[in-house]
């Protein structure tokens, strides 16, 4: 079993409806999460950060952590078809001996006009 | 302010060669970390580089190896190469080790015949 868990997808909404997507982890020392936003043939950019538990705004998105629950999810408000893309979670420890993120599978995300 | 750059974006390459690719950090980051990236495995910490030493590895052969220079520029090699390790390989920078805020470079896209 992968440490990071992603249900692959595709997801596909209707433009303007609101997007939830999540990751469940096993490792308890995850204490950093991140989303990531890729575009076919392009490289991973990042959305979101969120340190340990909570929630966090940026105009559209919106990232949550339940560590208890050991769940992360991104809300997309009003998606827009410039939403489609691939959303990669990741995550990575405070123990860690400098910058390795553990991903999960990515979701991709098909915006509908 | 320029994002990250790697070179070359396409190589192809036959089976028992070896391949060297480039990566340029954000100007001012010093650390640089390489991933993998397939469709079966996902994306794959392959390892980091700050200040000249590499910090992090992750759970590859010995195949794949690496080094950074003093301008922070990194380098990627992969020797005798096999037809798995085609894919696409990502490099991010940051300002320094241990933070988690990332930037990738576009990739390198790879493919072993």
């Known amino acids: 079993q992968k440490e990071v868990e992603q249900d692959p997808g595709p997801l596909s909404v209707p433009e303007g409806a609101i997007v939830s997507l999540n990751c469940t982890y096993s490792n308890s020392a995850f204490q950093y999460f991140m989303w990531y936003r890729q575009y076919s043939r392009k490289g991973p950019e990042l959305l979101m950060y969120?340190?340990?538990?909570g929630n966090k705004e940026d105009g559209r998105f919106t990232a949550q952590v339940d560590k208890s629950s050991k769940y992360i999810s991104l809300f997309i408000r009003d998606s827009q078809p410039s939403d489609s893309a691939t959303y990669l979670c990741?995550?990575?420890?405070?123990?860690?001996?400098?910058?390795?993120?553990?991903f999960g599978g990515g979701t991709r995300l098909m915006v509908k006009p | 302010k320029a994002g990250v750059t790697q070179t070359p974006r396409y190589l192809i390459k036959t089976r028992g060669q070896q391949v060297t690719l480039s990566c340029s950090p954000i100007s001012g980051h010093r650390s640089v970390s390489w991933y993998q990236q397939t469709p079966g495995q996902g994306l794959q910490f392959l390892f980091e580089?700050?200040?000249?030493?590499?910090?992090n590895k992750g759970n590859f052969p010995g195949r794949f190896s690496g080094r950074q220079f003093s301008n922070s520029r990194s380098e990627m090699n992969v020797s005798t190469l096999e037809l798995g390790d085609s894919a696409l390989y990502l490099c991010?920078?940051?300002?320094?080790?241990?933070?988690?805020?990332?930037?990738f470079g576009p990739g390198t896209r790879l493919l072993v015949l």
């Open positions: 991010a920078s940051s300002w320094t080790s241990g933070e988690e805020t990332q930037y």
């Open positions: 969120t340190y340990s538990s």
């Open positions: 580089y700050f200040s000249e030493t590499q910090r």
């Open positions: 990741a995550m990575s420890a405070v123990d860690n001996a400098g910058n390795m993120l553990t």
